[in-house]
């Protein structure tokens, strides 16, 4: 079944613990992007990557690292989390952003709650 | 870099009645639009998309949006809505030569039975 995978689906953590949110697609998609959700601001967009090693910063990238090492996988690292990142955290995925099929597939959600 | 707009956050309506969204963005080249759609407890899927052709789009479980490029408009209706339309839609956009997708900040519409 094609789908964007996210681990884990809820995290409580506190302010400075270095945490990890991965996400992988099994579709092959080039384009992998990371969404914040935040109520009345709707979904901003923190990194995205158009292909392997080739990263880009979003609208919020402040406190967040991606990497791109396999085409598959875009984790989100917060070196330092900080309660203002505590919100709800999207992956997607999309096969390429040049053409027309430019339909962006999600994963379920992260959770993110900081202390 | 491109913005969205959409008004009334909150919607409230009863089954049957019809239901528009309003979604303005602010960019002047060539914009692709989209409507996302997040049920409760899910995550964002797909409603329907315009790239180019006939302006009134037809997208999944009976909505539609029409693209009005001199008002920079993309506003979503449903002629008579469901229960299970309840959830939060969301405006998208993005320009063409552009890597980033621009959403607004959500409609909550919740339909009463």
């Known amino acids: 079944e094609a789908q964007v995978t996210q681990n884990p689906r809820y995290l409580i953590t506190v302010t400075g613990k270095k945490l990890t949110v991965t996400c992988s697609q099994n579709?092959?998609?080039?384009?992998m992007s990371w969404y914040r959700q935040d109520p009345g601001l709707g979904l901003r967009q923190i990194y995205y990557?158009?292909?392997?090693?080739?990263?880009d910063k979003g609208d919020v990238p402040e406190g967040y690292k991606v990497s791109r090492k396999e085409k598959r996988n875009f984790p989100l690292i917060l070196e330092s989390p900080s309660p203002n990142q505590t919100s709800l955290y999207f992956c997607?995925?999309?096969?390429?952003?040049?053409?027309?099929?430019?339909?962006?597939?999600f994963g379920s959600g992260t959770q993110l709650s900081v202390l | 870099a491109q913005s969205v707009s959409q008004h009334n956050h909150h919607v409230i309506l009863s089954e049957a009645a019809s239901l528009e969204l309003g979604c303005n963005y602010s960019y002047g080249g060539t914009v692709n639009l989209f409507w996302y759609v997040q049920y409760p407890g899910q995550h964002l899927q797909l409603l329907l998309k315009?790239?180019?052709?006939?302006?009134l789009v037809k997208g999944i479980k009976g909505f539609e949006a029409e693209f009005i490029k001199s008002k920079f408009s993309f506003n979503l209706r449903k002629p008579s809505v469901q229960w299970s339309d309840t959830a939060e839609y969301f405006c998208?956009?993005?320009?063409?030569?552009?890597?980033?997708?621009?959403f607004g900040k959500g409609n909550q519409v919740v339909v009463i039975p």
């Open positions: 998208a956009v993005n320009a063409r030569g552009n890597n980033r997708l621009a």
């Open positions: 997607a995925s999309s096969l390429l952003y040049t053409g027309r099929n430019e339909k962006l597939f």
């Open positions: 315009y790239f180019s052709g006939d302006p």
């Open positions: 579709m092959n998609h080039e384009y």
């Open positions: 990557s158009m292909n392997v090693e080739v990263t």
